[in-house]
């Protein structure tokens, strides 16, 4: 199966399920995240596990520690306003991209939850991207 594919399966788990899902990310605090391509000015929905520092929401562009990062990364550089929807709630959001300190914080402590990320920062050279989701409105 290929990711498209992967990804539409867990997108109507959570959407059936008011955000729940099984299978290897059972347990796992996941969103949908939905960006304006960057190129195309589609939208892409994508299903992402997530920490929380504060009331803020962090994603982490991992990709699994691929050498290149996700296309979402690339969608909300270009356009960062972007729509969430955690558990049955569905809003706006505002992506910023995080760096230093505040950026190590925030990858340590969702690799702390998630021993996955570890691995990912482990195959890879590039710095995997860190980003907080503001609620907007």
Do not use: C
Request: cysteine-free.
């Amino acid at each position: 199966m290929d990711m498209a594919e992967f990804n539409k399966k867990i997108i109507e788990e959570f959407r059936a399920n008011a955000g729940i899902v099984g299978g290897q990310f059972a347990g796992a605090p996941m969103l949908l995240l939905t960006t304006t391509g960057a190129k195309s000015g589609r939208s892409h929905t994508t299903p992402l596990v997530y920490s929380k520092d504060g009331d803020q929401i962090v994603v982490i562009a991992s990709k699994a520690g691929a050498p290149t990062n996700p296309a979402w990364y690339h969608n909300l550089k270009a356009h960062p306003t972007v729509s969430l929807e955690v558990g049955t709630q569905r809003f706006q959001a505002k992506a910023v991209i995080t760096a230093g300190e505040e950026r190590e914080r925030l990858f340590n402590a969702q690799a702390k939850q998630m021993a996955a990320f570890d691995e990912y920062r482990k195959k890879t050279t590039r710095q995997i991207p860190v980003i907080k989701l503001q609620r907007v409105g």
